[in-house]
């Protein structure tokens, strides 16, 4: 079975700089897992770090939900970002939200760790 975290229909609470990383933080980050017979849908809480990033574009207003948007890493575009995740290499963050507000933010080393505790949304056929 595989995991991985849904871009479209997350929503961000907030982005913050510190100490040279940039910290995106999901309140409703959409984790599909899926088998040879189906799978499940849940919502959990989670923060994908950048480390030595740039914000590319001005700061949304949060917190806001995505509509489109990807992690492209070694040249490969996720828009389901496979979990769990931990790279060594330069990626790049391009998140498109309801509002047409968009954001996109390079950096090295991307990671996701899950927090608290999961709520069931749905099942997968």
């Avoid at 509509?67 to 996720?78: A, C, N, Q, S, W």
Wanted: charged share 25%; hydrophobic share 45%.
């Amino acid at each position: 079975m595989s995991s991985g975290l849904e871009l479209p229909d997350s929503r961000v609470s907030r982005i913050a700089r510190m100490d040279g990383a940039v910290y995106v933080r999901f309140s409703h980050a959409c984790i599909h897992k899926s088998g040879r017979n189906g799978g499940a849908r849940w919502s959990q809480e989670a923060v994908l770090v950048l480390e030595d990033a740039s914000l590319l574009d001005a700061m949304p207003l949060l917190p806001a939900s995505i509509t489109d948007g990807f992690l492209e890493v070694g040249g490969i575009r996720h828009e389901i970002i496979p979990l769990p995740f931990k790279r060594k290499v330069g990626a790049r963050l391009f998140l498109m939200f309801t509002d047409g507000a968009r954001i996109e933010i390079a950096g090295n080393r991307p990671h996701i760790e899950l927090l608290g505790n999961k709520i069931y949304l749905d099942d997968i056929p």
